[in-house]
């Protein structure tokens, strides 16, 4: 399980779009928007690699100037085997 909060800055004038972009992407939630077009955002996965690919796709996204990771809370499910690499 990977829980990463992200404050994302997007062009003021692509806010809604960004936002709308996020709406659909699963795992990915915004909690608050200001006025000058940053977010905040939490992305819930269940492993780091899907964290990672979330936060190369939210940085691709239209409009997105950057999105910082803020917060990175990781744990492996009980079962999982540790990759070495």
Do not use: C
């Amino acid at each position: 399980m990977s829980i990463s909060g992200l404050v994302i800055h997007t062009l003021p004038d692509k806010t809604h779009a960004v936002r709308d972009a996020i709406a659909v992407m699963a795992g990915v939630e915004v909690h608050a928007t200001t006025e000058d077009g940053r977010l905040v955002v939490t992305v819930d996965q269940p492993d780091a690699k899907k964290a990672t690919d979330a936060l190369v796709a939210l940085n691709g996204l239209d409009g997105v100037l950057n999105a910082a990771l803020v917060y990175n809370f990781f744990e492996q499910d009980a079962g999982e085997k540790e990759d070495p690499q």
